[in-house]
């Protein structure tokens, strides 16, 4: 799949747009006059419109050309109503009814709430109903089965609940396009469903909570193209007698389901011969269901056209059958976390046009097929957790274009063979096999490289010079071998590592002090090794550093001081010859007593320190979450593929192209470790900000799924949403709203570009806490998945016109399955898998450096901006302001204690805040009272 690939979908809509519908009568009572009074009164439950759209709806403009109104001149009556991507809040008035000849309603993308109403059923004429993705809460009433004249309904990404209306499927005869997907909709698909249907051609139900069986009379809609049924609680047997009726079916999605194959789920034959006439089907999507039975030998039959089967996670047995290689348009396929027996097919291997293959996870054993020189287009290739033996081929190498090759845990052999060097890998893991012999020179000497794990294997001998030449890797981890000699000064070259994991091998001599410039390193794990001299100072400057284990070697000296040692724990040193303050070590004779650290760090930065405390907090926070949820066995899964290849490829490359001028560099608005965010006009005047994903080793691919995945679930006005996705196999880009205020850390700290930006009043940092908080609050309590952001920071926060804050960045974020969920899902630990990403951060003293430090002198620890902002206020709102900060910051020190269940809820945290933000508004000093117990120190501490 790629983007431009439009789906069906957005054909289908753009169909019925540019129809030319049918003149019929409208109601003879009704007139222009009704329908210009019933967009008034639209207009009057409309709540906010910060675009301005609606301000031509007033006398002085005629109804027909008031923006987002479409008139039908030869009748004089308005037919469309389209304000798509408008951010209007508000709720969907009733009196839309009133235009009796509307034919089409588009409100999708707004912030639409409450029910839709009833009354719109008596729209008769209506053929495009569209409110996707606005925030809709209620059921789809009954009276839609009046729409008879209804073709296109879409109503996905909204809080629709309850069962589906029976009368919308055996009276609106007319239907081809149904996407109801993305709601919290309950109960049985209609088993009448197909009967009346006749002219569906996409039935989009994702995302949803539907049981029961998929209802045979969807046989009856034999036009079908696309059905995706994903991500349900459908049970029963896979739909054989249903899609062989189906001849010009492209995409089938059943997966993450609980359906069963035929035979008390142990024949998968007759669902597979049910597929083979469908020669347009081009994807089957599988995964997640359990199912059980071998992969039939007839596969080698399946429709020539299919590109992408995905059949992971399920119970499938016995081998792959070679006749797999019949299917020569294959470009994804997924085996993964079966049950799969027998060896590799070199067959498999060696498809024409199959990119990514993984077959992870089952019981595979035998050699790894050696594939002759013949060209193919794979570049991911997972074997990993089989039971493959002997040596990894030589000829691997032969396999070109592969950039990611994953064979950990198996029982390979042998040497690492020296031809992989030949290709640009980019990923490549060997970790927990039996490797002997050394790491050569060619393959450590890739430039291309980004994740390099041989860790858990019994290589030997020193660690070559040419490492320093993977001048992009971000990850190396050597541990648990026997390499010897000594660590290569050399390796500072390798500027983008951010984990170095060189642990539990026999390594000596010293620890060579450029480690410490490495300006991303994160993580440098060099314990159980037999390193001496002193611990080179250098490390406590580089700032990235999170986690240093240093234990059971052979260092000697004194501790530095600062940087990450300042959080340093015992743990991560003993087993040493050191001395300095850190309890369980010896204190070295002429220590030095000052931690400039913090001076640094406050003195001459100018932070918002209430904003800082409560911001981390809801990282910290999440750690008490994050231990729960690693205790359980989370196996990674590889079904993440198939979540983004949904819904999202509305827009091309071309269309990004040209809307950031080829991606010049001077709409770059923004950048970060993945990748840069441009600025760019899409046709039709509206601004966005384009995130081009840069690397494309599949941890990033994953990056971006979870972005997508995460973002497309949850939905909150302080939240960014995407508009859409680019996804192309070497192309990956979210669109998402321009926001012309930038970050919260470039308000915060104002330079460069944003040099002209105005420092935040109190007020408006109160009102960003308020909205920060409100976001984390809906993560954590109320989204349908509970979502932990871990990354939480000013730089994440975007500001709107309003200045009003939107939470960004799910790219690191953790997600949990709801609790309702995990018992649903009690067996499948696969479906439990958790997405991780590093962990908020917030040095361990900080929070007492504050206590200490505040007590009646706020201007220590307080933004001088603020201070300065005081002072122009009169004495009593001065003295009321000083009491709300004070609030501010106890709760910022209580949402920051150590132990997580002392925290206050992010609930609580938003009451709070509300109130502060309650009493700043108010301007009087108006009582507060906290559901955190909070009471003005002021007094209490001298
Ligand atoms: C079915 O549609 C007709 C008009 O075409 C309408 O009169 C009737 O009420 C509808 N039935 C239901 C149950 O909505
Ligand atoms: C197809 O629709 C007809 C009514 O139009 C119904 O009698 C029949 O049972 C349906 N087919 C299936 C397989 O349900
Ligand atoms: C399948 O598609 C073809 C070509 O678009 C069309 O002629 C045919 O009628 C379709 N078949 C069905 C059952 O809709
Ligand atoms: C597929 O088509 C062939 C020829 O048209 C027919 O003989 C066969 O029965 C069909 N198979 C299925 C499963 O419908
Ligand atoms: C491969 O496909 C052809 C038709 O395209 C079919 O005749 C043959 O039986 C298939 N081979 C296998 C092994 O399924």
Redesign the pocket.
């Known amino acids: 799949m790629d983007c431009t690939t439009t789906t069906l979908s957005a054909l289908l809509l753009h169909l019925l747009l540019s129809l030319v519908l049918p003149q019929q009568s409208c109601n003879p009572d009704s007139n222009i006059g009704l329908d210009r009074e019933a967009l008034l009164k639209f207009k009057k439950g409309i709540s906010r419109d910060p675009q301005n759209v609606l301000t031509n709806w007033n006398e002085a403009t005629h109804v027909c050309d008031w923006k987002g109104v479409h008139c039908n001149k030869s009748i004089s009556r308005v037919t469309r109503l389209r304000l798509e991507d408008t951010f209007l809040v508000g709720k969907i008035s009733q009196f839309l009814a009133n235009i009796s000849c509307l034919q089409s309603l588009h409100l999708s993308q707004n912030y639409f709430q409450g029910p839709i109403p009833e009354e719109l059923g008596a729209l008769s004429k209506l053929v495009v109903l569209n409110l996707e993705e606005n925030k809709i809460r209620s059921v789809i009433p009954d009276s839609f089965g009046k729409l008879s004249n209804l073709h296109y309904i879409n109503l996905r990404g909204n809080w629709l609940n309850g069962r589906l209306p029976k009368p919308l499927f055996y009276n609106c005869t007319n239907l081809e396009l149904i996407d109801l997907s993305e709601n919290f909709l309950t109960g049985q698909i209609p088993p009448f469903l197909g009967n009346f249907l006749l002219d569906l051609h996409v039935l989009l139900l994702y995302n949803n909570k539907f049981t029961g069986s998929i209802p045979p009379s969807l046989s009856n809609s034999t036009k079908m193209e696309i059905i995706d049924l994903t991500s349900n609680l459908l049970s029963g047997a896979l739909p054989s007698d249903i899609v062989?009726h189906m001849p010009n079916l492209t995409d089938l999605h059943i997966s993450d389901n609980n359906l069963s194959s035929d035979d008390n789920n142990s024949n998968l034959t007759p669902f597979f011969?049910?597929i083979?006439?469908l020669t347009s089907l081009t994807i089957l999507e599988l995964a997640g269901n359990d199912l059980g039975g071998e992969l039939p030998f007839m596969m080698g039959q399946l429709p020539c056209n299919l590109s992408k089967i995905l059949l992971q996670d399920n119970q499938i047995h016995g081998v792959i059958p070679p006749s797999i290689s019949n299917l020569t348009n294959l470009v994804d396929l997924n085996l993964s976390n079966n049950l799969l027996s027998g060896t590799i097919p070199l067959e498999l291997i060696l498809l024409p046009h199959l990119q990514r293959l993984w077959v992870s996870n089952n019981s595979l054993h035998g050699e790894i097929p050696s594939p002759p020189g013949v060209s193919t287009k794979l570049g991911l290739v997972d074997l990993s957790c089989n039971n493959l033996s002997s040596t990894i081929p030589i000829s691997l190498a032969n396999l070109t274009q592969l950039r990611i090759l994953d064979l950990h845990k198996n029982s390979l052999s042998g040497h690492i063979p020296s031809s992989l060097g030949s290709i640009n890998l980019e990923q490549l893991d060997l970790s927990q096999n039996q490797l002997t012999g050394v790491l050569p020179a060619e393959v450590v000497s890739l430039n291309s490289m980004q994740i390099f794990n041989l860790s858990f294997n019994l290589l030997e001998e020193a660690l070559p010079m040419e490492l320093s030449s993977m001048d992009k890797v971000r990850v190396i981890d050597l541990s648990s071998n026997n390499l010897s000699g000594n660590i290569p000064v050399i390796l500072e070259n390798c500027k983008e590592v951010e984990v170095l994991n060189l642990s539990h091998n026999s390594l000596q001599g010293p620890l060579p002090s450029s480690l410490g410039s490495l300006p991303d390193l994160q993580s440098l794990d060099l314990s159980h090794n037999f390193l001496s001299g002193n611990i080179p100072d250098s490390l406590q400057k580089c700032t990235s550093l999170k986690l240093l284990n240093l234990s059971f070697n052979n260092f000697s000296g004194q501790i530095p001081e600062g940087g990450i040692f300042y959080s340093l724990t015992y743990d991560s040193i003993k087993g040493n010859h050191l001395c300095g303050t850190l309890s369980g070590i010896p204190t070295c004779q002429n220590r030095q007593k000052t931690h400039i650290f913090i001076a640094l760090i406050f003195g001459s930065t100018l932070l918002s320190l209430a904003l800082l405390a409560i911001l981390y907090m809801v990282c910290s926070h999440s750690i008490l979450i994050k231990n729960q949820l690693l205790k359980r066995n989370h196996q990674n899964s590889t079904r993440t593929s198939l979540e983004f290849m949904k819904s999202y490829q509305r827009i091309t490359y071309r269309e990004l192209l040209e809307a950031t001028k080829g991606f010049d560099q001077s709409k770059i608005i923004g950048s970060g470790r993945f990748g840069h965010v441009y600025k760019g006009m899409l046709s039709g005047d509206s601004i966005v900000a384009i995130k081009v994903l840069q690397f494309q080793s599949s941890d990033f691919t994953k990056t971006f799924n979870r972005e997508c995945q995460i973002l497309k679930r949850i939905r909150h006005r302080n939240l960014i949403r995407i508009i859409t996705t680019c996804s192309l196999p070497d192309f990956k880009a979210l669109v998402l709203p321009f926001m012309a205020n930038g970050n919260l850390e470039s308000h915060l700290h104002p330079q460069g570009q944003h040099s002209s930006f105005k420092f935040l009043s109190f007020v408006e940092r109160v009102n960003i806490c308020c909205d920060v908080a409100e976001a984390m609050a809906y993560l954590h309590h109320h989204a349908p998945v509970q979502v932990i952001h871990c990354d939480l920071k000013p730089s994440n926060i975007l500001l709107n016109d309003d200045m009003m804050a939107l939470v960004s960045d799910f790219g690191i974020a953790r997600l949990a399955k709801t609790t309702m969920e995990k018992t649903m899902a009690s067996e499948d630990t696969t479906n439990t898998e958790l997405l991780c990403g590093t962990i908020g951060y917030m040095a361990p003293d900080l929070q007492k450096w504050v206590k200490n430090n505040y007590c009646g002198q706020l201007r220590e620890v307080i933004d001088p901006f603020i201070m300065h902002d005081l002072k122009t206020h009169k004495e009593d709102t001065r003295s009321m302001w000083e009491t709300r900060i004070v609030q501010m910051l106890d709760l910022g020190l209580l949402c920051a204690q150590e132990v997580p269940s002392t925290r206050p809820t992010m609930i609580d945290v938003v009451d709070d805040l509300e109130k502060v933000k309650y009493c700043l508004n108010n301007d009087a000093s108006s009582s507060f009272s906290s559901s955190n117990g909070i009471t003005n120190h002021l007094e209490n501490c001298k």
Do not use: G, L, V
Request: proline share 0%; no cysteine; aromatic share 0%.
């Open positions: 062989i011969r049910s083979s006439n």
